[in-house]
């Protein structure tokens, strides 16, 4: 069974910077991608970035585009990050990430990602 486990969230500053980190056990992101959701109460979770995979550059939702980047460790390819930069408010959610398989890469419907973790909470104050 695959454990997940984000860490790295807190309460910030608008404009502020924070990293999140996945670690998974096992090598669960040699045979698939990870990727990022975060969900805000009252909200659905929402699709946040994914790794690319081959030639295709990560994937990312329109509203963090340019501030986030999601990126891995190659070397054991068991932790991935997620660097947030210039913070909103509207970025306050819980944050998880999960992986989804290689041949549904380019979906971002959070049915197609699976194992989640518990998510780290991120609140970002005005």
């Known amino acids: 069974q695959v454990h997940l486990v984000e860490s790295g969230g807190g309460f910030v500053q608008a404009g502020d910077s924070v990293r999140l980190s996945c670690v998974a056990s096992?090598?669960?992101?040699?045979?698939?991608?990870p990727g990022w959701f975060r969900q805000a109460p009252g909200k659905e979770r929402e699709f946040v970035a994914v790794?690319?995979?081959?030639?295709?550059?990560?994937?990312y939702a329109d509203s963090v585009k340019g501030r986030f980047t999601i990126s891995r460790d190659d070397a054991n390819n068991t932790v991935v990050y997620l660097q947030m930069n210039n913070l909103k408010p509207e970025d306050t959610a819980l944050y998880y990430c999960?992986?989804?398989?290689?041949?549904?890469?380019?979906?971002?419907?959070?049915?197609?990602?699976?194992?989640w973790g518990q998510g780290t909470q991120v609140t970002v104050s005005s």
């Open positions: 999960a992986p989804i398989s290689f041949s549904r890469f380019g979906s971002t419907a959070s049915r197609d990602f699976g194992s």
């Open positions: 096992g090598r669960i992101f040699s045979d698939s991608l």
């Open positions: 790794i690319g995979w081959r030639d295709a550059s990560p994937l």
